[in-house]
């Protein structure tokens, strides 16, 4: 052993994928459909070049709100296998996606959910957004909306998961709590936690693949890879791409730089549209 080892003891080892897989993992679209279209289109392009016997679409969550077409999103995201036959394809639930479920349920919450953005998602299935601060107002919005909301985006709203494992990578839409067991975790945590998760300086169970907290570009730490960049606001969308010996991204829209990260084996860098 290496002198320094026995000091600080040995280095972690980076996270890994199997050799024959890649991973693309897709932040917040929040109802961009313009660029979600341009990164499927990006990332089948990118695919082309490199030939996987196993290819694999991890979304992040937070399909809807913000943005003006949250129901063109779904559509898209429902019709995906036609797109992409052969893929490995799996869909996380957001804080935002939860939202509209749980205004389905207690149209009280609409409140709540209307600082998110709700009435741009309202808006994209015909529904007027309540304009008062009455409960009638809230029931008839989602009346409407229950109405207006097709039983495929229904059901895929339903059918979203918390998180997903691949190798030596976890997926989640927020992050989780440190020091509990994932099995452990709470649905809340996976779906709304920020500094408890953020502020985390020691490495995870598994390398933690999240959204949920927007920034101007990609963030890659010693235990956490952050690929929101506020689509919404900023016309970035990103893709972070894993294999077993690459890391590295892809952006929609323009102005996205190059980044150069700490760990020598692995490539890192934003390829922009």
């Known amino acids: 052993m290496h002198w320094l080892e026995k000091i600080v003891g040995k280095k972690p080892a980076e996270p890994r ?8 993992a897709i932040g917040d679209i929040h109802g961009r459909l ?6 499927l289109e990006q990332i089948s392009n990118h695919a082309a070049q490199y030939l996987m016997p196993a290819n694999c679409l991890v979304f992040l969550g937070d399909y809807i709100d ?4 949250s129901r063109g999103v779904i559509d898209k995201l429902i019709a995906l296998p036609r797109f992409f036959p052969g893929w490995e394809l799996h869909l996380l639930r957001g804080n935002h996606d939860n939202a509209a479920l749980e205004f389905i349920e207690n149209p009280r919450l609409y409140t709540a959910w209307r600082s998110h953005g709700a009435a741009q ?6 529904v007027v957004p309540p304009r008062f601060e009455k409960q009638m107002e809230f029931e008839n919005a989602r009346n409407d909306f229950v109405r207006a909301l097709p039983l495929a985006h229904l059901k895929f709203l339903n059918q979203l998961k918390y998180f997903h494992v691949e190798d030596d990578y976890l997926f989640v839409h927020a992050g989780i709590r440190p020091g509990i067991a994932l099995a452990d975790q709470l649905p809340e945590d996976l779906l709304w936690i920020r500094e408890d998760f953020l502020l985390h300086s020691r490495r995870f169970e598994k390398m933690i693949v999240h959204g949920h907290t927007a920034g101007p570009s990609p963030i890659v730490l ?3 890879i952050c690929v929101d960049t506020g689509a919404h606001a900023t016309g970035h969308l ?4 894993l294999d077993s010996e690459s890391r590295s991204f892809l952006s929609t829209g323009t102005g996205a730089q190059r980044h150069n990260f700490a760990s020598p084996r692995f490539r890192h860098e934003v390829v922009s549209s």
């Open 17 to 24: 994928l199997r050799a024959g897989r890649r991973v693309f």
């Open 34 to 39: 313009d660029l979600l279209n341009l990164m």
């Open 66 to 69: 913000r943005g003006p077409e």
């Open 121 to 126: 998602t309202l808006i994209s299935y015909g």
């Open 222 to 224: 010693s235990n956490r």
């Open 238 to 241: 990103t893709a972070l791409i």
